[in-house]
């Protein structure tokens, strides 16, 4: 205006400069934002990993645990020697049913070779003490359960009345059931305490289960599961 030319105001010096900065660190700020959000992702991803790995550990536990479950429910009442107080099972029943004390008192960390050695597949054959054709994975040890008589407790040493059914004694039997995960050294072990009732000389036919066998028995005597923990 009036012949003047318009002056532009100057450029604050280093304004630049700042502004490529403050860009810098924004993107740097940016980056690190979504660094950490996915270290969260894979973090979260790895622990449900784990957690669907150690699931499956204990229901593979739990697997072989019904497997000596099974077994001890199964076992002919002849296999055991009236009035026997340790080293009782006649064959093939003694590979299956052991004496406390035979074993470590931690199996629970004993490696694969000893339970391969010691432990038995689910679905073993009480009568015949064979196992089942089941192939080990490449991934992981196939489950496999103990059975160790604990305590046994003779006619003399159980208070009932006359109307109870006569027993040769009550058993006391801890079984672990041990099962792995796909991951190297994913391990989970279970115990239960269970009693059974042994009755010499007769041939019952086969129980179904816990219940249906430990029937005549209650509630004069202990029958079936006293306790379950897991140990690992």
Request: glycine share 10%; proline share 9%; aromatic share 8%.
């Amino acid at each position: 205006m009036n012949g003047e030319a318009v002056r532009r105001p100057s450029r604050i010096p280093g304004m630049r400069g700042i502004a490529l900065l403050a860009g810098l660190v924004l993107l740097a700020a940016l980056s690190l934002l979504a660094m950490v959000a996915a270290t969260d992702m894979l973090s979260q991803e790895r622990m449900a990993a784990n957690l669907d790995d150690s699931t499956s550990a204990r229901a593979n536990a739990d697997q072989a645990l019904a497997g000596g479950l099974a077994v001890l429910l199964g076992t002919p009442e002849d296999r055991r020697t009236p009035g026997c107080a340790a080293y009782c099972f006649l064959a093939p029943s003694d590979t299956l049913i052991r004496t406390a004390g035979e074993w470590t008192a931690l199996p629970e960390f004993e490696p694969a070779s000893w339970w391969q050695r010691e432990g038995r597949l689910p679905g073993t054959d009480p009568v015949s003490a064979a196992e089942p054709d089941v192939p080990e994975l490449p991934w992981a040890q196939a489950p496999r359960f103990t059975i160790e008589e604990v305590a046994f407790r003779g006619p003399e040493e159980l208070t009932v009345p006359e109307s109870a059914p006569p027993v040769e004694g009550v058993g006391y039997y801890r079984i672990l059931g041990r099962g792995t995960g796909r991951q190297a050294g994913l391990v989970a072990v279970t115990e239960a305490i269970v009693a059974r009732p042994w009755v010499a000389g007769t041939a019952q036919s086969e129980p179904t289960d816990w219940a249906a066998f430990c029937a005549p028995f209650q509630p004069w005597y202990d029958c079936g599961g006293m306790a379950w923990r897991a140990r690992r």
